[in-house]
């Protein structure tokens, strides 16, 4: 089981939590982004910059996700696309992707988007908090404990 990160929008605190994790895991841990990422020196983390574009990364960590990884981001469609190929999607706020939830997440989506596309002002996410930080710790060490004894 590979960690994949869909980096440009992941928090840096979300980060710090992943790389210490995998360093006492020892999980390899793969960040891809479209620009240059620093990661701490660890046989367990790379970064993988892809070009500039529309969902390049998230097209770049399909297509080199395996079944039973686990993919860190907060893209909706991505994590559908994720779930789809077999693998797990758990967001920065520690929330899992599932096949019960995804398409009433995908529906929540589209509507804001075509809200904020006829002018409504719908406000962005809440701030993310030491609460949400938490959360994720706690469902990423669930999620490992559960699945690297297969």
């Known amino acids: ?22 360093d006492r ?7 891809v982004a479209n620009k240059l990422l620093r990661v701490p020196p660890s046989r367990f983390v790379r970064a993988v910059q892809v070009p500039s574009g529309f969902d390049v990364a998230d097209r770049e960590i399909v297509r080199l996700l395996q079944v039973g990884d ?18 797990h999607a758990l967001n920065p706020r520690g929330e899992f992707y599932t096949k019960d939830n995804i398409q009433q997440q995908l529906t929540m989506r589209n509507f804001m988007d075509e809200l904020r596309s006829s002018g409504v002002e719908t406000g962005g996410p809440a701030a993310f908090s030491q609460g949400d930080r938490h959360l994720f710790a706690s469902q990423l060490d669930r999620f490992l404990q559960k699945h690297r004894s297969r």
Do not use: F, H, S
Request: hydrophobic share 55%.
């Open 1 to 22: 089981m590979q960690i994949w990160v869909d980096a440009d929008a992941c928090p840096n605190v979300i980060k710090e939590i992943l790389y210490r994790v995998a």
């Open 25 to 31: 895991l020892q999980i390899q841990l793969i960040l």
């Open 70 to 87: 686990l993919v860190i981001t907060g893209d909706i469609p991505l994590a559908a696309d994720v779930l789809e190929k077999g693998g």
